[in-house]
C-alpha cells in the first residue's frame, strides 16, 4: 500500500490548522445556523464542492480566512484561503454548508502549480463515513478501477477493516484511503501528473529532513563501492 509522506504531510498540516487559526477580530453573538445551500439538480455537496474547486483550471481567487472565520474561530463561513504555506500546498476553507458529510473539519490542501489547481487532499473521518465517501466517489467518477477491504489495527491494537479504492478520469487519478493506526482519519486524493510530481518532490524533501547526517569521507567511499543507487522507479498512476 501507498502511503506518501506528502499526503501524510497535509493530513498533518490540516491537523494543526485549528490551532493556528487567528480569533475573530471582534466579539459577536453566536451566527445562527446556515441554511442548507441549494445543491443542482442529481449532485451531491462533494461534487458541488468540485466543482467550484475544479481541478485542472486556474485556483480562484479567495479571501483571506481570517476575514471569515466563525465568531469561535474553529470554523469558516465562506470559501477562503489560509495566506500561509508554501505556494505549492495551500489550505483551502470551505464553509459548512458546502462541504460533504464525510468531510473532517472545515478545511482541505489544493495543489498548485504556478496558478493552476492540480490536486486536492480532502480529509475524512476515516472508517465511520469509508462507505459514503465511496459512493459519492463512484456517483462522479464511475466503478473504481481496484478495491480492497484491508484488514489493519489503532494504536491499541483492536483490528478494523477500512476500504482502499482508486477511480481514474484521465489524466486525473483518484485514491480513498484510511490512515495508518488511526481508523477515525481518512483521506481522498484528486490529483492530475503534476501534483503527483510536486509530492514526489515533497517526499524526497522530506525523506532527505529525515535522514541521518552523512557520514565521514571515508566511510562515504566505502558504502558508495558497496552499494550503487537503484535508479528511480517512474511515477504509475492507477496503481499502489
Not at 190 to 206: G, Y
Request: include cysteine.
Amino acid at each position: 500500500m501507498r502511503f506518501p509522506l506528502a499526503g501524510l504531510a497535509a493530513a498533518a498540516l490540516l491537523a494543526t490548522a485549528v490551532a493556528h487559526a487567528a480569533p475573530p477580530k471582534a466579539p459577536a453573538a453566536p451566527a445562527p445556523a446556515p441554511a442548507a445551500a441549494a445543491i443542482p439538480d442529481g449532485k451531491d455537496q462533494f461534487s458541488t464542492m468540485l466543482d467550484t474547486l475544479e481541478i485542472g483550471s486556474p485556483l480562484p481567487q479567495l479571501p483571506d480566512c481570517a476575514d471569515h472565520r466563525t465568531p469561535d474561530g474553529k470554523d469558516v463561513t465562506a470559501y477562503c484561503v489560509e495566506l500561509r504555506g508554501d505556494g505549492v500546498m495551500r489550505q483551502v476553507g470551505v464553509p459548512r454548508d458546502k462541504r460533504p458529510v464525510f468531510m473532517d473539519g472545515p478545511r482541505l490542501v489544493a495543489f498548485v502549480d504556478g496558478n493552476a489547481l492540480v490536486g486536492l487532499i480532502v480529509p475524512t473521518d476515516g472508517i465511520r463515513s469509508q462507505d459514503a465517501a465511496a459512493q459519492s466517489l463512484s456517483a462522479r467518477y464511475g466503478k473504481p478501477f481496484r478495491q480492497e477491504s484491508e484488514d489493519m489495527k489503532d494504536k491499541s491494537g483492536r483490528p478494523f477493516k477500512s476500504i482502499h479504492a482508486g477511480w481514474m478520469r484521465k489524466p486525473l487519478t483518484v485514491e480513498l484511503y484510511t490512515i495508518p493506526d488511526t481508523p477515525s482519519e481518512g483521506t481522498i486524493e484528486l490529483l492530475l501528473p503534476q501534483a503527483r510530481a510536486l509530492m514526489a518532490n515533497r517526499d524526497a524533501e522530506v525523506a532527505k529532513s529525515l535522514a541521518p547526517p552523512p557520514a565521514s569521507a571515508p566511510a562515504a567511499k566505502k558504502d558508495a563501492k558497496k552499494e550503487k543507487p537503484a535508479p528511480a522507479k517512474p511515477v504509475n498512476p492507477g496503481s499502489w
